[in-house]
């Protein structure tokens, strides 16, 4: 529901005019009631990923994540990429090209992040 008034009384959902929360966890802005007026600090609130992928611009910088856990990742993403690599396979031969193709792009998609997951940390 959208309120045309200026205070934000009755605007279902959306931030109050005091600044509250909003009924769906969004940022509570510090003036107005609409997101052209919220500022950078409103946004990091949220915990919206900053540039370093900490949860906010000046935190800690990033840390790799540990080997067991990136074995384990790259091979959750193995599996996944043989199922699809399957998949496009199956389709390959049951003459289904555009599924072939969305079963191969599928699985070097999900080996290319496997590997980016493995090596990069």
Do not use: K
């Amino acid at each position: 529901m959208i309120d045309d008034r200026q205070d934000g009384s009755g605007d279902v959902g959306g931030p109050t005019a005091t600044g509250g929360p909003t009924a769906t966890g969004g940022p509570t802005p510090t003036t107005g009631s609409g997101p052209e007026d919220w500022t950078p600090d409103d946004m990091a609130d949220t915990g919206a990923m900053g540039s370093n992928g900490s949860g906010s611009a000046d935190g800690p910088a990033r840390e790799p994540r540990p080997m067991i856990e990136r074995l384990g990742l790259a091979g959750v993403a193995a599996v996944l990429a043989a199922l699809f690599g399957g998949v496009g396979l199956a389709a390959w031969s049951g003459d289904e090209p555009f599924l072939a193709v969305m079963g191969g792009i599928g699985c070097l998609m999900t080996a290319w992040v496997g590997g980016m997951t493995l090596f990069r940390g």
